[in-house]
Nanobody, 119 residues
Framework: QVQLVESGGGLVQPGGSLRLSCTASGIIFRIYTMAWYRQAPGKQRELVATITTSGSTNYADSVKGRFTINRDNAKNTEYLQMNNLKPEDTAVYYC?????????????WGQGTQVTVSS
């Protein structure tokens, strides 16, 4: 059974920082591309950041320079360090693991963790 469990969300003031974690079980973590998505109320889910199996990263323009994604394969965990948070970063943040093998797509999601940026 595959599980992705996020933690680290909460309420923070503008300009503050949070670190999200996502711990995976039931998959060979190191062979999956990992990502963070977010969904604000009334909006579509959007990609925030990705990190490949080799450690290459990619970010949405709205978070470049403020957010950092990384992974620890030994701990089956990915992280999202969020600095200089803005009210528009308020959303539910979801962890995602995906890979394609032999033309089969494997795509797993966490349950989400709420991040609220407000004074």
């Amino acid at each position: 059974q595959v599980q992705l469990v996020e933690s680290g969300g909460g309420l923070v003031q503008p300009g503050g920082s949070l670190r999200l974690s996502c711990t995976a079980s039931g998959i060979i973590f190191r062979i999956y591309t990992m990502a963070w998505y977010r969904q604000a109320p009334g909006k579509q889910r959007e990609l925030v950041a990705t990190i490949t199996t080799s450690g290459s990263t990619n970010y949405a323009d709205s978070v470049k320079g403020r957010f950092t994604i990384n992974r620890d394969n030994a701990k089956n965990t990915e992280y999202l360090q969020m600095n200089n948070l803005k009210p528009e970063d308020t959303a539910v943040y979801y962890c995602n693991a995906r890979k394609t093998m032999l033309s089969v797509d494997y795509d797993y999601w966490g349950q989400g963790t709420q991040v609220t940026v407000s004074s």
